[in-house]
């Protein structure tokens, strides 16, 4: 491998596993934590200046602005919304699709993939929405406050994410991945809900056209249509025949982004993207620059594109107007006082406080208690208390549901004064909830483990150089991880520079998403039985994309291995055994994609070129390592 650097850059490029992949392994997870937590400040900036607008002086200027009228005409027809409307029903059907987006990108290559990992958050989502709406409704049973038990089902994930990083844990990676992860079903539920519950009288012809749209946005996924426009074209047209048919624009937003293809990039498409940009690079013309700009475009996926285009200005404009144009209520002339005395107000109050806090923390108890499933390394039943409390943060999908779910202006009131009070004692709740955790359970952080949990054994393990070299890199690999290919020589560069001083190790992770993984690693430990773990190891990289099993079998014969003896290992329990021994040693290091190194005991953080291997490994101490 070269460390040129027409390379990618590493830390773009990783496998990811069937459990929660950390931070370094998914840059994108962690700029999806970052901008919702920066938009958070701008939420709460927005509600405070509506608050104060509409409690000024100048409070009927605030009334008149989002009554405003804006009309987009097409010839004879056209569309005609206030303010108000255009923001509710325009600008957060974006805001829903940015979700739907995320949703099908988890599930087809991100925290969903493994369904079994799935088991705790889903339990815990579904009874953090039953639980609320129970206590709402215990309150409210009957009449028309009744309507707005959809507001307490809601959380606002920028919300919550951004009050987390003031309350919460230190190191917090795997906690915010597992209510991200809950909130992907809180968000389908809660849409669903809006759409279907608070829709107006429908029509049929516009539902016909929404459904056609949809079947065009299968097609073009089953097509393989990499380019965005087409995609953007039919949801502008889903839109608006949504909006036509008298069921809420939301669903179309979320619906859509869940049809919008996610895929991981694709081994061919990488190296088209480097062959074009080194043809640029020699002869840099326009036609050729074009050639690059579309390689380079194809080699990631219209969904993750999108996202990356739509993302941030949601969280820092959709988001911020839409809590301008609804967190501003007239708490004058006794509004608060009545929002005080009202059932509709505390069965909002208790339903987001106590029941979110208490559904999630008892969903997630009885999934772990009765062995469904497991919550993620570092993350204890304190911390899901904890983030269940700032789950009661539901701002932006509830302020949304208020203003469907109630035509009087003065339940609304009642109603949004409720969403803003259950936001500040919900933070406070989950500030309390975590400092009790690390107080009294010993749960400060929840973060993956960063050290190798088993040790380099030189009687199992698989080390190329002397095995008492006082530098050590471990790497766990995938021979199916395209990027695992690519730096498969670094190996190699690293014992050419370091010599005798480094000992390269490395272990067997095949994840779920590559199917001819698992049989790979087999194949590998059947030739170290012959003496030939090497020569196969670089042998299956060079033929990644030819793993089945008469593969296998040619390559051992091209090797001069005796292949009825490399047949009969391949199906010898102790190799399994063996592979199953290394993916436990990952799990129990925090490993999560592929490929993974440690540099001596410690997790490699960030680009795993051989430049910067280098550098991580002459930074360290160089302390022997013991041999057993």
């Known amino acids: 491998m070269s460390t040129d650097q027409e390379q990618p850059d590493p830390d773009q490029s990783s496998c990811r596993g069937s459990a929660a992949f950390e931070a370094q392994s998914s840059r994108s997870l962690r700029d999806f934590i970052r901008t919702e937590s920066g938009s958070a400040g701008m939420l709460v900036m927005a509600a405070l200046i509506a608050l104060v607008w509409a409690n000024s002086p100048w409070s009927q200027s605030y009334v008149d602005l989002w009554h405003t009228e804006l009309s987009i005409r097409f010839g004879d027809g056209g569309l005609t919304m206030d303010l108000h409307h255009w923001i509710n029903d325009g600008l957060m059907v974006v805001f829903f699709f940015v979700i739907g987006l995320e949703v099908r990108k988890e599930f087809a290559i991100g925290e969903l993939v ?323 955790a690390a107080r009294f359970l010993g749960q400060r952080d929840a973060a993956l483990p960063t050290h190798l949990s088993r040790p380099v054994d030189p009687a199992r393990d698989h080390i190329t150089g002397p095995v008492d070299a006082p530098l050590t890199l471990v790497e766990y690999l995938d021979f199916e991880c395209p990027f695992c290919a690519r730096v498969s020589g670094v190996g190699k560069e690293l014992r050419a520079h370091f010599g005798d001083r480094l000992r390269y190790v490395t272990r067997h992770l095949p994840l779920p998403v590559h199917p001819h993984a698992e049989l790979a690693a087999l194949g590998a430990e059947a030739a170290a039985r012959q003496g030939r773990y090497w020569d196969m190891h670089d042998v299956l990289f060079a033929h990644q994309d030819e793993l089945e099993l008469e593969d296998l079998v040619g390559y051992a014969a091209g090797l001069d291995l005796d292949v009825e003896a490399f047949l009969r290992d391949l199906d010898d329990d102790d190799l399994a055994r063996h592979v199953a021994h290394d993916v436990a040693s990952a799990e129990e290091s925090g490993v999560r994609g592929t490929p993974t190194f440690f540099i001596g005991e410690t997790r490699h953080i960030g680009p795993h070129d051989a430049r910067t291997l280098i550098e991580a490994l002459e930074s360290a101490q160089a302390v022997p390592r013991p041999i057993g």
């Open 114 to 436: 493994d369904r079994s990992r799935v088991v705790v958050p889903l339990v815990a989502g579904v009874t953090g929405m039953l639980v609320p709406a129970a206590i709402f409704l215990a309150l409210n049973p009957s009449g028309e406050a009744a309507a707005g038990w959809g507001a307490v089902i809601g959380t606002d994930t920028a919300f919550l994410l951004g009050v987390m990083a003031l309350v919460g844990p230190a190191v917090s990676t795997q906690l915010r991945i597992f209510l991200l992860t809950l909130t992907v079903i809180d968000d389908i539920v809660a849409v669903s809900v809006i759409g279907v519950v608070y829709s107006d009288e429908l029509s049929l012809g516009a539902l016909v056209v929404a459904a056609l749209c949809l079947v065009v946005l299968v097609g073009l996924d089953r097509a393989g249509v990499w380019q965005a426009a087409p995609y953007v074209v039919v949801v502008l047209v889903l839109w608006f025949a949504t909006l036509e048919s008298g069921v809420h624009a939301s669903i179309a937003g979320m619906l859509s982004g869940l049809l919008v293809p996610a895929l991981d990039p694709r081994r061919s498409d990488v190296e088209d993207a480097a062959r074009s940009f080194r043809a640029f690079r020699q002869s840099p013309m326009p036609g050729v620059q074009r050639a690059a700009r579309r390689s380079l475009t194809r080699a990631i996926s219209v969904n993750e594109r999108l996202q990356e285009a739509l993302h941030s200005p949601t969280s820092h404009v959709v988001v911020p107007v839409f809590a301008l144009a609804n967190a501003g209520v007239d708490l004058r002339d006794g509004v608060l006082g009545d929002a005080f005395g009202s059932r509709l107000m505390w069965g909002i109050v208790l339903g987001l406080v106590v029941g979110k806090a208490l559904g999630i923390f008892a969903g997630a108890w009885a999934s772990v208690r009765l062995g469904w499933g497991r919550l993620p390394q570092g993350v204890g039943l304190g911390h899901t208390l904890a983030g269940g409390a700032l789950s009661g943060i539901g701002f932006t999908v509830s302020l949304l549901i208020i203003s469907l779910a109630f035509e009087s202006s003065r339940l609304q009131d009642q109603a949004r004064v409720g969403v803003l009070v259950a936001a500040a004692l919900a933070s406070l709740a989950g500030w309390l909830a975590f400092r009790f």
